[in-house]
């Protein structure tokens, strides 16, 4: 898996150069492939590489798409074939997954969440709003964790490296160690009451200093599916497997020809 992090000034002050090279070397372990860093003022980005497709050697990250949205993924995109014939401006199969993320929200903001199948964790920066999101796929196979104080919010796809960095003095969350002992704890907390993580299915929106959870993505349990005989649900099992395995099957050759 590639690396992320950022932190995001709520009062202008510029990012301290020292602090962004600790939060690159921080991460660093996670991507041998490279990276790069965006910079403005008071906003800053990290990406650390970890090549596994061919499409992703073409990518350059942190990304800014034609409207200036600055984006860190890490991720896999399962259904690129399936965006890039609903989407227009150029792409290819050869577009990079990130470049196919951007232009889908570009297209539909933050509801083209539902559309990603894949793993996937995503940074988005909206300079002209002053917004940050954060979102991660449905079932948070990748991870976002941040922290918000009141002059700033940090994040960090690595959770050591996020509190390390911050150097303050952290309360162990009850909440999340009692739920960790009865294998169940709840997916937005972390070992740490101050820091939190980007639950699955949902995405944060930080703006004017403050946080907020919305939902993109929902299990139904009224969705039924009910057919007349035994045969018909083995054939609706026969094509998602099917499916399944096309997908997986697709992600090895990118992978053994990257």
């Known amino acids: 898996m590639s690396a ?13 150069p020292v602090l962004l090279a600790g939060t690159a070397d921080a991460i660093a372990q996670y991507g041998p492939d490279g990276g790069g860093q965006y910079v403005s003022d008071s906003v800053a980005m990290v990406y650390r590489a970890f090549h596994t497709t061919k499409e992703s050697r073409l990518e350059t990250q942190p990304y800014i798409s034609p409207r200036g949205y600055v984006m860190t993924w890490d991720g896999r995109l399962d259904n690129r074939g399936e965006l890039t014939g609903l989407l227009c ?10 470049a196919i993320v951007a ?32 979102a991660v796929d449905y079932m948070a196979i990748r991870h976002i964790f941040y922290y918000l104080k009141k002059d700033c919010v940090r994040w960090s796809t690595d959770l050591a490296a996020l509190v390390l960095l911050s150097r303050d003095r952290f309360q162990l969350d009850d909440e999340y160690i009692a739920g960790y002992f009865a294998n169940d704890p709840d997916a937005h907390l972390t070992p740490y009451r101050e820091i939190r993580e ?59 020809q990257s």
């Open 89 to 98: 401006g150029g792409l290819t199969q050869e577009s990079t997954d990130l």
């Open 198 to 256: 980007v639950p699955p299915g949902q995405f944060i929106r930080v703006s004017n200093g403050r946080a907020s959870l919305e939902r993109f993505w929902r299990f139904s349990t009224r969705s039924r599916i009910r057919y007349k005989t035994d045969a018909d649900y083995e054939d609706h099992f026969r094509q998602v497997f099917r499916q399944s395995v096309r997908a997986g099957c697709a992600q090895t050759r990118r992978f053994l």
């Open 103 to 134: 232009a889908a929200f570009e297209e539909w903001d933050t509801k083209c969440f539902r559309l990603l199948v894949g793993d996937w964790a995503l940074s988005i920066w909206k300079p002209d709003l002053r917004e940050l999101i954060f």
């Open 4 to 16: 992320q992090a950022g932190i995001c000034y709520f009062d202008g002050r510029a990012v301290d």
